[in-house]
């Protein structure tokens, strides 16, 4: 089967094919720096990662694009409380939005532009749309005229009869979803509560861009009118990219991108998580409760991006445990090699690549991660079957097909690599203190002496570790705060 993907455009599945052969232009709506970015903002932004890594996956070179929208309703508005500029306010948010891409192993874009440094670009392509008369000014603002674009809301499928046009939205924040109204390009005229946060000259006198012209500027000029894909949360279908659609389109007459990609919720109760209603939690708040990133990505790219995830505690437990069972494998894959060359032969390269064949079939299904995960899992329990048949040793080369399938298939999901830097995170030093408290403990266990085994094991809690004896040793972990 070949790769397709659910484009919103159309709500059908489509197979895909790049404009360039062997290269994908891809824009992502990244997030607004007014507070630190939230899990479920993470959520969206694993599921692009996912994307970009499949795309890698099967050949493609990816460019990515993630803006940051460090100028909007919300951000002035902060600032002003704040009694800051824009730039004061927002930077100590993007920094930590780069700590937290870093931290759950996301691939670097390879542009992530801020709107405020494209503010000439964006006035020019207003200036494009006037020209072409798809817009019109009021009062120092310029808005969209969407009665002169036949094609406005297509995407988002509003029905035409509900279009009402000439009836202006100013704010971002008054934008009322499912009411379709000329939408403002360039915010100019009398705006005191803003103060002085955010303006710019243009030819309409002193102001600032609407947050839907941002977009269209950065990925059009980074990435040519006519764009690969196009990615975003659900709640950007109306009116943020239908408004880009309208802005790129009507600019340039052509196409602005040809797949658009939605990811679905992240829920908390039942609810939508969002910085408004502040039903949140960061990636730090769950770091400080004891779960590591691996584990937390683990969670967020379980699901299949156009169903709505609920988070709960319990489900990063569930994730944690998974985490464990592909370390273990590896664990024992990585001491499996035999030197003798009588070893019977296992059936590890051929439940490898059986587990490359469903990987592939199901992420080829609209990125079906749930299937994907299924993949590798039935080759975990497979795989642990036949190694304990061959009592934990295989030919070399057997082994390599299976470390390299597990190896390929994380090459997307993105969880063993973030598993293995957080045992190495742990010192030197600690980790000898530890593995030699460890073998004290096996030690008095051998000798009978649970009292001594006992002490030991109290000691390690004390430090902060946690033991798991398992029937292939004990293992050992961060225990989690109380
Ligand atoms: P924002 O910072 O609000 O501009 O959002 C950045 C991205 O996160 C957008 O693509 C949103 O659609 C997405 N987003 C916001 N809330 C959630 C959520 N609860 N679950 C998944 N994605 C979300
Ligand atoms: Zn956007």
Redesign the pocket.
């Known amino acids: 089967m070949a790769l397709r993907f659910f484009n919103t455009l159309t709500r059908t599945l489509e197979d895909f094919a790049s404009i360039e052969e062997g290269h994908v232009r891809m824009y992502?709506?990244?997030?607004?720096?007014y507070e630190r970015?939230?899990i479920?903002?993470f959520?969206?932004?694993l599921f692009d990662d996912i994307l970009r890594r499949y795309l890698a996956w099967k050949g493609y070179q990816v460019t990515h694009v993630r803006n940051i929208?460090d100028v909007d309703d919300n951000t002035i508005r902060e600032a002003v409380k704040a009694g800051t500029s824009l730039h004061d306010l927002t930077e100590p948010f993007i920094a930590a939005f780069f700590e937290d891409l870093e931290r759950l192993g996301l691939k670097p874009a390879e542009q992530y532009p801020r709107a405020t440094d494209y503010i000439p670009q964006m006035i020019e392509l207003v200036e494009r749309l006037h020209t072409r008369q798809l817009a019109y000014e009021a009062d120092g603002s310029v808005y969209f005229d969407i009665s002169k674009f036949p094609e406005y809301g297509r995407l988002a499928q509003l029905d035409k009869s509900e279009i009402r046009a000439g009836m202006r939205v100013s704010s971002d924040e008054a934008y009322e979803k499912q009411d379709a109204r000329d939408f403002v390009l360039w915010k100019g005229g009398e705006r005191p509560e803003e103060g002085d946060v955010a303006v710019w000259d243009s030819p309409w006198g002193p102001g600032r861009p609407g947050w839907h012209l941002e977009c269209s500027v950065m990925a059009t000029t980074l990435l040519g009118e006519t764009i690969d894909i196009h990615?975003?949360?659900?709640?950007?279908i109306f009116p943020h990219h239908t408004n880009e659609i309208a802005q790129s389109e009507g600019a340039c007459g052509c196409p602005f991108a040809r797949y658009w990609l939605h990811?679905?919720?992240?829920?908390v109760n039942n609810a939508?998580?969002?910085?408004s209603a502040g039903n949140?939690y960061t990636i730090q708040d769950l770091i400080d409760q004891g779960y590591p990133p691996s584990v937390i990505r683990r969670l967020l790219v379980s699901a299949h991006y156009r169903t709505e995830l609920n988070f709960t505690l319990e489900g990063l437990e569930d994730a944690g445990r998974s985490v464990e069972r592909l370390m273990e494998l590896r664990r024992r894959l990585e001491a499996a090699p035999g030197q003798a060359s009588d070893l019977p032969a296992t059936r590890l390269p051929e439940l490898a690549r059986a587990a490359l064949e469903s990987f592939e079939e199901a992420m080829d299904d609209d990125l079906n991660v749930a299937e994907g995960w299924g993949a590798l899992f039935v080759f975990v329990r497979d795989a642990n079957a036949e190694l304990d048949r061959a009592a934990g040793v295989a030919a070399e080369a057997e082994v390599t097909a299976a470390l390299e399938a597990v190896k390929s298939m994380d090459s997307v999901f993105g969880v063993l690599d973030l598993a293995e830097r957080e045992v190495d995170e742990v010192p030197d030093e600690l980790r000898g203190w530890i593995e030699d408290r460890l073998a004290a403990r096996a030690r008095a266990r051998e000798n009978g002496d649970y009292a001594r085994a006992d002490s030991i094991r109290e000691e390690l809690a004390g430090a902060g570790i946690e033991i798991e004896d398992t029937p292939g040793g004990s293992r050992w972990k961060r225990a989690k705060p109380a």
């Open positions: 992502t709506c990244g997030p607004t720096v970015p939230h479920g903002n959520r969206t932004f929208t990615t975003g949360g659900v709640d950007l990811a679905s919720h992240l829920l939508k998580m969002s910085k949140f």
